[in-house]
């Protein structure tokens, strides 16, 4: 084997790696990721802050049932300025009445102001939300306060370097770490993320919940917001702030009727589904408690482990990998 | 750069690459993907057989509206023995009076014989189907009949040699080439796959359909198939035959309400959506013509380049990759 790229192996593993031990029991092999997620002991979970949970109820369904969406807002470093424009606007209870306009198969369900567009019919906006810049998609190492976060960083700038050393294919990547989108990427704090080596920010993969915006240099408030019900589209990373995910209720917009305007937006106004209220989730009576599962614990590297390894009674052939989208961060009700 | 690194370029290149040709028109970077596909000469788009397609008709909607899926048979040289069973189930009218049994968010829609797991009420298959190998999940050199399919076997097993004598962090790609789950992607014969070197297989992506089955060493008949409806599954790849892929009408699949049982099964008879019949497209009077752009075209070419580097009035920031199921081959349907 080619001595410098002997050298790059260790810096590849602590950059790429998906995983952030590889170390996982060999046991897991034989355990599917459910089987790894329900052994975790209680020390591998973290709460989630019902500060930091924007509680959406759309209008009941065509049963009268109630439809209730959890969002797990995204924590520092990233898109702070956005989070914290959407929590003034749910403070506002700017949000309640407002419906989603747009679903996008495969794509987004986008929800917002409908006559947002229209200067003489819009909902005014609170005073004092930030108006954030486009190089806040991201968050350089400066402003990552997570030690994770600076190490990973670090890692990623020395590989960048010896690459340039040695190759320009570059980047090169072990089997584990590639992604077609980034140099590397991993979890940061219970969130995937990506880098290119310089910079960091938060993936878009199902469930995610973004800003909408229109075209650059506009950024958007958080006054009009979308979740991903399809694959995970990618290309949107570094070009739209990521605010936030899914953590209950997905089904109940991802199985809403698809728009059959352009891009998915709904045609007239019967066919959107009204938003009833939007509050954060320590105002919100009776909400359960939520935990996820610490990215940097053994017990996560052993679920990433087991999803992309697959080798249980009904898989015969392991991927040998996993993209960073198909690998959720579990989350769970807590029983109380 | 090192000297066996970049003798491995044009090889890389030609085994690696998801777009057939990179030198796509320097435009095209200013133009969207939907705008290149709409300037896609007549020449760059290939019929689809409507022997080769299967329409499902599920019981109408709660307003009575129709609801017709469309999906298009895998070809030669993947899983052709399961896609021949259901050729014969659907001659026989076998597939009529089954239901959608399962909708699993962002994963599978199931359908088949509700009673299919119960010996006394199953409904009896057709005679005459064949067993298939779980070695049938991937297609082999030999087997593979196109010469684009050959040449690029051909240039992945040169590749996996050269990479054994260079590294032992093989396989190392390069960066519009990399894949999380394979050594390579691209597209064969309008599909998408993937490939160790030594096989080839279709790749679950969204909207792909597959054959349900038990716990290995079964492979399943064809009986149970279920669509795809959430990021793609790629660890399935290799474990389960593709057959096919929705071309119309996935959004009626994707937006049936979430199974509340085990892995998204319906709990009622009544939450399940009958399958009123499925038949060959040849036999389905005033069925509209389907084309699909030929994926070793230049226009097909443009499209993935600008998927992957999209830099038009609202993207800022190129991802400069893309993967393979987030480049789907354009379909359309053929105005008369």
């Known amino acids: 084997m080619n001595k410098i790229l002997r050298g790059l192996a260790p810096v590849l593993a602590a950059a790429t790696a998906l995983y952030p031990a590889l170390a996982a029991d060999e046991a897991a092999v034989l ?11 209680q020390a591998d979970w ?28 995204m924590p520092a470093p990233f898109s702070q300025g956005w989070v914290e424009n959407i929590r003034k606007l749910a403070a506002a209870h700017w949000f309640d009445g407002i419906a989603v306009v747009r679903v996008q198969d495969n794509y987004v369900v986008q929800w917002g102001d409908p006559e947002g567009e229209n200067p003489d019919k819009a909902k005014p906006l609170p005073e004092g939300l930030t108006v954030m810049s486009e190089a806040d998609y991201t968050a350089r190492a400066s402003e990552a306060t997570a030690p994770e976060l600076r190490e ?15 190759s320009d294919l570059a980047p090169v990547e072990v089997l584990h770490g590639r992604d077609p989108y980034a140099l590397a990427t991993g979890f940061e704090t219970g969130w995937p993320v990506a880098s290119d080596g310089k910079d960091l920010w938060p993936t878009h993969c199902y469930g995610s919940v973004g800003v909408g915006r229109n075209v650059s240099p506009d950024t958007g408030t958080g006054a009009e917001l979308y979740a991903v019900i399809g694959h995970a589209p990618r290309q949107l990373d570094r070009n739209i702030a990521v605010v936030g995910r899914v953590i209950a209720g997905i089904g109940l917009l991802s199985s809403l009727p698809r ?16 938003i009833v209220s939007v509050r954060m989730g320590d105002t919100v009576p009776d909400l359960p ?6 990215t940097d614990s053994a017990s996560f590297a052993a679920y990433a482990y087991t999803r992309a390894n697959r080798k249980d009674a009904f898989y015969i052939q392991p991927a040998g990998g996993v993209d960073v989208c198909n690998a959720p961060v579990p989350i769970r009700e807590v029983k109380p």
Do not use: H, W
């Not at 355990?31 to 002991?41: E, I, L, R």
């Not at 973290?46 to 807002?73: F, H, N, T, W, Y």
């Not at 408690?289 to 610490?294: N, V």
């Open 289 to 294: 408690a939520y935990e996820y599962l610490a």
């Open 31 to 41: 355990k599917t990721p459910a089987q790894v997620v329900a052994a975790a002991p």
């Open 259 to 274: 728009g059959t305007g352009e891009l998915g937006f709904y045609e007239t106004p019967e066919e959107r589904t009204p």
């Open 152 to 166: 990973k960083v670090k890692a990623l700038e020395n590989l960048a370097q010896m690459m340039s050393n040695v």
């Open 46 to 73: 973290k709460p989630i802050a019902p500060s930091d949970l924007l509680v959406m109820d759309l209008a009941p369904d065509g049963d009268d049932e109630p439809r209730r969406v959890v969002i797990q807002l």
